[in-house]
């Protein structure tokens, strides 16, 4: 079982850059394709975007041109830069495995809390 680790998030005012970090645990992470997730209060928990372990990256519609996902295997570590935040990307930010019909591999992490103030 991976463990998950999420951090790098903040208070940050409309338009600027936030860059998160997703560590995992154990040998397993830099061979699975890995996506960030975001949960808004009373929401459902949403993919916003995935990197494969060969570093092919797909964005949801929300987030497409401003976040960019990357990996470095070698610190089986993830990455999530979020550029020209919107209060609407306001929620909690996870990061997991994802598998079909939404599941995902893993026990999900506790998440890093981003704020955008307009």
């Known amino acids: 079982q991976v463990q998950l680790v999420e951090s790098g998030g903040g208070l940050v005012q409309a338009g600027g850059s936030l860059r998160l970090s997703c560590v995992g645990s154990?040998?397993?992470?830099?061979?699975?394709?890995i996506g960030w997730y975001r949960q808004a209060p009373e929401k459902q928990r949403d993919l916003v975007a995935t990197?494969?372990?060969?570093?092919?990256?797909n964005y949801g519609d929300s987030v497409k041109g401003r976040f960019t996902i990357s990996r470095d295997n070698a610190k089986n570590t993830v990455y999530l830069l979020m550029n020209s935040l919107k209060p609407q990307d306001t929620a909690v930010y996870y990061c997991?495995?994802?598998?079909?019909?939404?599941?995902?591999?893993?026990?999900w992490g506790q998440g890093t809390q981003v704020t955008v103030s307009s």
């Open positions: 997991n495995a994802p598998l079909q019909d939404n599941l995902v591999l893993w026990s």
């Open positions: 154990g040998s397993t992470f830099s061979s699975k394709a």
């Open positions: 990197i494969n372990s060969d570093g092919r990256a």
